[in-house]
């Protein structure tokens, strides 16, 4: 049992520094020319050349392989690849109002600024889900005809195909079908308490539910709706939606209805014990929202006020701060108010603004209190305009919670259970072990080969033929093997001194 919670431990605190890096570049601006790639020791930024005019205006999504190697992005239209070609089957990946009023126009985008979200698909490295919501004419009693999401769809690229450069093979499959949040947007997604599965967040319409959906390897679940905390009226007010770091807080944030803090629950997808914060004295029209790295302190972006709030104090409304207000005297044109915020892999806040600018503002030491997070107004300067558009990602690098989700079924019985399916010899060895799937329930499943100090260093999938891993240094390692239905960790010893 030791042995099983030490690997636990090891695999929450090594996906700090893993090589998760989906969110290593990010692809932006007006005519999708930008590039910020973060795999640099500081953030290089390029302007690139283009084939032909593709906006990332509002809707902007990229995605990396996990050591940060440039895959494909999106604008809510269409997916390019790496070289900035249409991705095959990759066109018109919306329906309707949206590709007919948008897409098929000279807008050529969605203008949904957070209705993106990429994933890895959990379980195969080379394929990814890409979800979307569209725009339709939506009519409320009492409320004027609007354009608001009515579905959420995804796409699942495959990269494995056209030697690498990726195809769509599943295309605009719808998930939720229904009225999501007034203001567009708020789509977000966080990792499961396993640590390989996602679930999905996206709100509904005038109501305090929330459609919740499960990714894991066997594919999508059925959403439901959770229900917790204050209803949202109809005052429209473009806003953002996040989850912390740690995957324990779910924040939404928009002009009118204010601030909502929840806990969630990793293990359920569940929300509870709901806080709501007023602005209604500040009044301002788009909001943006992010959350430091230690997953202590939110920081609430309102136009021209940033805020930060500490999300472990007694009394967590009463801990607002205002940290700056936006000062453009005699500053040069095209500067960017408060609006989108997104954490980077370098520990920054990175904030967009609503109009097109050439700058972004930048929270240099999130994890501090008050003055001491370092926040420099138009810190960056970019080489092209961008417009209300900065990516929307999730926390790639959370690993699994130490505790279990069901406490009823120990490790223990896990491993005594299950380990004889999998045969590891010799074990202790001289250098090389050989592994091989004696159960045919195991044959696919995932191996993973962790050393002591959580770093990984082989994967791969069993068979019934044996496999052989080569070149191991003396010391402790621990093979960690998985499928949908079972999970556990083997001990392997190393002795070649």
């Known amino acids: 049992m030791k042995i099983i919670l030490f690997f636990l431990f090891l695999m929450t605190t090594f996906n700090a520094f893993s090589q998760k890096k989906h969110d290593a570049q990010w692809v932006l601006g007006q005519d999708g020319e930008i590039n910020m790639n973060f795999n640099m020791e500081s953030v290089d930024i390029t302007l690139e050349n283009k ?32 070289l900035d070609q249409i991705m095959v089957n990759g066109d018109k990946i919306q329906t309707g109002f949206l590709e007919d009023f948008y897409c098929s126009t000279a807008v050529f985008e969605s203008p949904i600024s957070q209705g993106l979200l990429a994933l890895p698909m959990p379980g195969d490295a080379k394929k990814y889900y890409l979800f979307y919501q569209d725009l339709d004419e939506v009519t409320y009693p009492g409320i004027p005809t609007t354009l608001d999401p009515k579905r959420l769809y995804y796409s699942i690229v495959d990269m494995d195909l056209q030697n690498g450069l990726g195809e769509v093979t599943t295309k ?53 709706l959770i229900c917790s905390g204050e209803e949202w009226d109809s005052f429209h007010g473009i806003g953002q939606a996040v989850f912390s770091p740690d995957g324990t807080k779910y924040a939404r944030f928009n002009p009118w209805n204010g601030l909502h803090i929840f806990d969630f629950d990793r293990c359920k997808g569940e929300l509870s014990n709901p806080i709501a914060i007023d602005f209604s004295d500040d009044p301002f029209g788009a909001a943006g929202l992010s959350i430091s790295p230690n997953s202590r302190f939110l920081y609430a972006a309102a136009r021209t006020k940033l805020y930060q709030i500490d999300l472990g104090a007694t009394n967590v409304p009463q801990s ?178």
């Open 51 to 82: 084939v032909d005019s593709f906006s990332m205006s509002s809707s902007n999504i990229s995605m990396c392989d996990s050591l940060g190697n440039l895959l494909f992005y999106s604008n809510g239209c269409e997916i390019r690849n790496k």
């Open 320 to 497: 607002r701060i205002l940290i700056d207000t936006l000062n453009l005297i005699n500053t040069p044109p095209f500067s960017a108010v408060f609006y989108l915020s997104q954490l980077a892999p370098d520990g920054k806040i990175y904030i967009a603004g609503t109009s097109s600018h050439l700058f972004f503002h930048v929270i240099n030491e999130p994890d501090k209190l008050g003055a001491a997070c370092d926040f420099k107004q138009q810190e960056i300067e970019i080489p092209a305009l961008n417009f209300a558009s900065i990516p929307n990602f999730p926390n790639f690098r959370l690993g699994a919670q130490v505790e279990e989700c069901n406490p009823t079924v120990s490790t223990d019985e896990l491993l005594k259970d299950e380990s004889p399916n999998v045969s590891i010899f010799p074990n202790p060895s001289a250098q090389n072990v050989f592994i091989k799937a004696i159960n045919t329930e195991f044959v696919n499943s995932n191996y993973i080969l962790f050393d002591v100090n959580g770093i990984e260093l082989y994967e791969g999938k069993l068979s019934h033929s044996t496999e052989e891993i080569q070149g191991l240094n003396s010391g402790v390692y621990f093979l960690h093997i998985q499928n949908k239905n079972h999970s556990f960790v083997e001990k392997i010893i190393i002795q070649n001194d």
């Open 172 to 224: 605009s499959s719808v998930v939720i079908e229904d009225t999501l949040a007034l203001g567009r947007g708020q789509l977000t997604s966080v990792k499961h308490a396993n640590g390989k599965d996602w679930w999905i967040i996206t709100p509904k319409a005038l109501t305090n539910c929330y459609y919740r959906i499960l990714l894991n390897t066997d594919g999508l679940s059925a959403s439901e």
